[in-house]
Nanobody
């Protein structure tokens, strides 16, 4: 079982940057996809970005492409989300997720992911 713990959320102003981190621990499979999702109040959880741990391939939702970057740190066993040029519509709880034994970096559905973190709040004021 993989354990995921997010950190780094907070309150920022529009245009600011913020970096989220997801610490991965436990029995990690030989290969997997890590992803970030977010859920705004009254909305469904949505895909933000993913990274295939072995190949490093990345995939982004159109809404964040060019502003967000998903980064892995093999030494620290973390997957970070660097968020630049933040907008009020980026306000949400951000979740880290893992899809075991997968090489499909294009997996966007919540149901495809096996493990989830507890989430971290990001609030962007205008």
């Amino acid at each position: 079982q993989v354990q995921l713990v997010e950190s780094g959320g907070g309150l920022v102003q529009a245009g600011d940057s913020l970096r989220l981190s997801c610490a991965v621990s436990g029995r990690t499979p030989s290969t997997y996809v890590m992803a970030w999702f977010r859920q705004a109040p009254g909305k469904e959880r949505e895909f933000v970005a993913s990274l295939q741990w072995t190949t490093g391939n990345r995939y982004y939702a159109d809404s964040v492409k060019g502003r967000f970057t998903i980064v892995r740190d093999r030494a620290k066993n973390t997957v970070d989300l660097q968020m630049n040029s933040l907008k009020p519509e980026d306000t949400a709880i951000y979740y880290c997720a893992a899809k075991y034994g997968s090489t499909n970096v294009y997996a966007r559905a919540v149901r495809e992911y096996n493990s989830w973190g507890q989430g971290t709040q990001v609030t962007v004021s205008s």
